[in-house]
Nanobody, 123 residues
Framework: QVQLVESGGGLVQAGGSLRLSCAASGRTFGNYAMAWFRQAPGKEREFVAAISRSESTYYADSVKGRATISRDNAKNTVYLQMNSLKPEDTAVYCC?????????????????WGQGTRVTVSS
C-alpha cells in the first residue's frame, strides 16, 4: 500500500503558476501509475492529468497546454506544473495511484488517494 501527501497549493492570481507535489511512501513508487484529479465546490471530481510507469502522459482537454505532469522516481514524487491559471482551475487537487499500467481517467480505477491540496485562483 502507498500513502500519498500533496503540497504546493495556495492562492494565486489568474495567469499565475503553481507546482503541486505528491510525495509517496514506499520503495516501489516506480511500479505505480500516478494521476491528478480535482474537485471544485459543488462539482464532481474530474481527471486532470496522469503519468504512466514509462512516463507517458495524459491530460484533460481543460488543462492541455497549460499543465505538465512529471515524476521523479528517485524522490518518490509526482509533480503537476500548472501555468496560465484561470479562476475555473480553483479546486482541491488530489493525487492518486494505482499499481501497474495506466488504467485510464476514471477515478474509480485508482485505489490510493492523498488528502488533497487546495488551489484558489483569483480573478
Amino acid at each position: 500500500q502507498v500513502q500519498l501527501v500533496e503540497s504546493g497549493g495556495g492562492l494565486v492570481q489568474a495567469g499565475g503558476s503553481l507546482r503541486l507535489s505528491c510525495a509517496a511512501s514506499g520503495r516501489t513508487f516506480g511500479n505505480y501509475a500516478m494521476a491528478w484529479f480535482r474537485q471544485a465546490p459543488g462539482k464532481e471530481r474530474e481527471f486532470v492529468a496522469a503519468i504512466s510507469r514509462s512516463e507517458s502522459t495524459y491530460y484533460a482537454d481543460s488543462v492541455k497546454g497549460r499543465a505538465t505532469i512529471s515524476r521523479d522516481n528517485a524522490k518518490n514524487t509526482v509533480y503537476l506544473q500548472m501555468n496560465s491559471l484561470k479562476p475555473e482551475d480553483t479546486a482541491v487537487y488530489c493525487c492518486a495511484a494505482v499499481t501497474g499500467a495506466y488504467p485510464g481517467r476514471r477515478s474509480q480505477a485508482y485505489p490510493y488517494w492523498g488528502q488533497g491540496t487546495r488551489v484558489t485562483v483569483s480573478s
